[in-house]
């Protein structure tokens, strides 16, 4: 059934091991710095009862994920939080399908049909009709968190936790969603940052991160990686090590090289360390993590058994804590030459810090070796002072050039479109 | 038991569609579709069917969040299969709203005396208090437990660790719960139980 929580739970039941990591031990740690040793098996058969949450201090005590909001932001409520999203001169942005709930990869169908896969909603819906028509229905339903998608040689893919799915000739069923075929589920089984992102290589492959399962520890072997996989054989790759937590990444038209956003620690401070872009020029390269954040940055617990210069540094810091999920190149033609090839990040927005940070589009401009790196705030703020109106999670370019950008809290998608 | 549960409670639905019932009505700015969970969560939202949760006091977002899933099917609907597929997005609105604005249930009295100190041994580490506040009385997505029956936190806590329990929170909150033993689930849903 829920093979993977049961089969943790079976083995921290059977108690075969002793409970090194026992509560009691873990209360009279708690005042000090917590260093787990995650190198032995015990640890992972019966993890200490903090290692996911914890690290806080009296400041940050409450910080929590972002609650969302469970239902869609109505229209006419969307309407006028686009009026007050400012961008540059000559964009405008429109709502173009409202009630998305939990909205966060899109990928387009042969057809023009729009795949968007949620968070825990465990739905993938599709997004069809003309504009300002568009029908939206739930297609997949019963996964459990199916945030990555993607669309090839006439099939939706679909990665869910701990599984990719196939899903043929979709847009001839849009009623009722074929069965879908798992095609490879070699993923390791822990939910906490399990959530994926799909990027096609251009060569059949898919580019699938695989979170680390705690905010801070020495991950198991399983997780904390770049993997590439083929949907046809079930073959796979490690391609980067040392990621945290990535929900976005791209290829790069210019060279075929991946690139990837990756969310950094939490519970140091407001504002470090910072979010990453990272470019990955040869295979296997360690971006870091959990010894040296941001390319600079000791890690308070693992720093001190590594050096930074070990590791390859980011291509640009996005801010702390602020949460740069789906990300694109842009290579249509109806925005200005600036940017094309530059890159369109999602940024999602913090959670733990005081300040409300993120919940915008962000552009980057940067040259293809990842030099020269230029930001502008594209898109932006979905904030109200520090109250939420949205949250940005992927961008899609269309076919006709104009940018869609998925928002998960409010439940919708809206087009970024240009005109001289 | 499950059965019989289910059995009792469609009685009561039943029962609580018919006016002469007997029962006076919610405050004035219950939605109407409120009255469908009188009979299973209580009059004013507090529970006094096993199993069956009080909502009184929950956070706003809780509840809403709570209802999507439930008509999604990612969590198990039970009895309630029937209503929840029914509820439109500003059904759940309203449902949230209201549910927060009534008071809290008291301590539950039938809560067993708990250990402090055992049950802050067993939650302390997990940082429960984190998101669901050191009053429990929840925030946000998260829940309020202060008050709830120990039966229903009992049921919760199992399903959350077994994977049942699917949706907001899934992660946080199995990864705190895989080490749980039974007995512990018991200490800890009596302590808070009894909370105010």
């Known amino acids: ?420 | 038991m499950l059965t019989s549960r289910s059995v009792v409670c469609i009685a009561a639905l039943l029962a609580a569609s018919a006016p002469a019932h007997g029962q006076s009505a919610p405050s004035a700015k219950a939605p109407a579709i409120a009255q469908t969970c009188v009979a299973c969560h209580g009059l004013k939202g507090v529970s006094t069917t096993k199993d069956s949760p009080s909502l009184a006091g929950q956070p706003d977002i809780f509840t809403q969040y709570q209802l999507v899933f439930m008509r999604d099917g990612q969590r198990q609907p039970g009895v309630m299969a029937g209503i929840v597929k029914t509820l439109t997005d500003q059904n759940i609105r309203e449902l949230g709203a209201y549910y927060a604005s009534l008071p809290p249930p008291p301590p539950f009295a039938k809560a067993e005396p708990v250990d402090a100190a055992k049950a802050d041994a067993i939650m302390g580490p997990r940082r429960c208090s984190n998101c669901h506040k050191e009053d429990f009385s929840g925030q946000g997505e998260t829940g309020r437990l202060a008050g709830q029956r120990p039966d229903y936190l009992i049921k919760s806590l199992k399903d959350f660790r077994s994977g049942v329990r699917r949706g907001r929170g899934m992660g946080a909150m199995m990864e705190v719960s895989v080490t749980l033993e039974d007995d512990d689930i018991v200490l800890i849903a009596h302590y808070l139980a009894g909370k105010p």
Not at chain 1, 312 to 317: E, I
Request: proline share 9%; net charge neutral; glycine share 10%.
């Open chain 1, 1 to 420: 059934m829920r093979r993977q929580e049961t089969a943790v739970a079976n083995a921290c039941l059977a108690g075969v091991i002793a409970a090194v990591f026992g509560c009691v031990s873990m209360t009279v740690q708690a005042q000090d710095l917590k260093k787990y040793d995650s190198s032995t098996k015990d640890f992972w058969l019966k993890p200490p009862p903090d290692w996911f949450l914890g690290d806080e201090n009296k400041e940050q005590k409450g910080q929590a994920p972002n609650p969302g909001q469970p239902t869609p932001t109505p229209r006419a409520e969307l309407d006028k939080i686009l009026a007050g999203i400012k961008l540059p001169p000559g964009f405008k942005i429109a709502v173009w399908a409202d009630s998305v709930p939990q909205a966060r990869q899109m990928a387009w169908g042969d057809k023009g049909t729009l795949f968007v896969g949620t968070f825990d909603k465990g739905t993938v819906h599709s997004v069809s009709g003309p504009d300002g028509q568009k029908v939206v229905k739930p297609f997949i339903t019963g996964l459990r968190m199916p945030t990555g998608v993607a669309f090839q040689d006439g099939a939706l893919y679909v990665v869910d936790i701990d599984k990719l799915y196939r899903y043929d000739n979709p847009e001839a069923n849009l009623d009722k969603a074929p069965e879908g075929k798992v095609v490879y589920d070699d993923f390791p089984p822990y939910v906490p940052h399990g959530w994926k992102y799909l990027v096609p290589d251009g060569k059949g492959w898919f580019y699938i991160p695989v979170g680390v399962p705690c905010n801070i520890c020495l991950p198991p072997a399983s997780t904390g990686h770049y993997r590439r996989v083929d949907p046809k054989t079930g073959a796979a790759e490690i391609v980067a090590l040392g990621v945290r937590n990535s929900v976005g990444g791209a290829v790069d038209p210019r060279t075929g090289q991946l690139w990837f956003t990756d969310n950094g620690r939490d519970w140091i401070s407001d504002d470090m360390p910072s979010d990453e872009v990272n470019r990955v020029s040869k295979i296997g390269e360690h971006f870091g993590y959990p010894y040296c954040h941001q390319g600079d940055f000791a890690d308070p617990k693992y720093g001190s058994e590594r050096q930074c210069s070990e590791f390859t540094p980011p291509v640009y810091k996005q801010g702390p804590h602020i949460a740069g999920l789906g990300m694109k190149f842009y290579t249509g033609d109806m925005f200005p030459p600036e940017y094309k090839n530059g890159i369109f990040i999602a940024q999602h927005g913090s959670w733990n810090r005081a300040k409300k940070l993120g919940y915008r589009v962000l552009f980057l401009s940067v040259d293809p070796d990842g030099k020269n790196p230029k930001e502008q705030v594209f898109a932006g703020t979905w904030l109200d002072d520090q109250k939420i109106l949205g949250r940005p999670a992927d961008v899609l370019q269309a076919p006709d050039g104009s940018l869609l950008v998925a928002d998960d809290q409010a439940g919708a998608i809206y087009r970024i479109s240009y005109q001289k």
